[in-house]
Nanobody, 123 residues
Framework: QVQLVESGGGLVQAGGSLRLSCAAA????????MGWFRQAPGKEREFVGV????????YYADSVLGRFTISRENAKNTVYLQMNSLKPEDTAVYYC????????????????WGQGTQVTVSS
């Protein structure tokens, strides 16, 4: 069992930056791939990116490639999402999720989810 808690969301102007954190409690955090997803109002939850268990590999959705960076500190049981050059269309609730396998975009591939943190980008 893994419990995930996101933090760091807020209101930011377009072009600004935010860093989200996802703190994990429970067993074997370092054995999980960690994904980030987001859900805008009226839309389905979508894949943002994922990092493998060691932090050595990352994979991003085209919409955030070059602007967002995922990293992790296994010693702190924490994964991060650094978001730069934010756009109004990045406004959403952001979720972290833990999964057994790296590189997967499907929601059903992840076993544990956080409660989400709101990111709002004003124009």
């Amino acid at each position: 069992q893994v419990q995930l808690v996101e933090s760091g969301g807020g209101l930011v102007q377009a072009g600004g930056s935010l860093r989200l954190s996802c703190a994990a409690a429970g067993r074997a955090f370092s054995s999980y791939a960690m994904g980030w997803f987001r859900q805008a109002p009226g839309k389905e939850r979508e894949f943002v990116g994922v990092i493998n268990w060691s932090g050595g590999s990352t994979y991003y959705a085209d919409s955030v490639l070059g602007r967002f960076t995922i990293s992790r500190e296994n010693a702190k049981n924490t994964v991060y999402l650094q978001m730069n050059s934010l756009k109004p269309e990045d406004t959403a609730v952001y979720y972290c999720a833990a999964g057994r396998y790296y590189g997967l975009r499907e929601l059903g591939s992840y076993d544990y989810w956080g409660q989400g943190t709101q990111v709002t980008v004003s124009s």
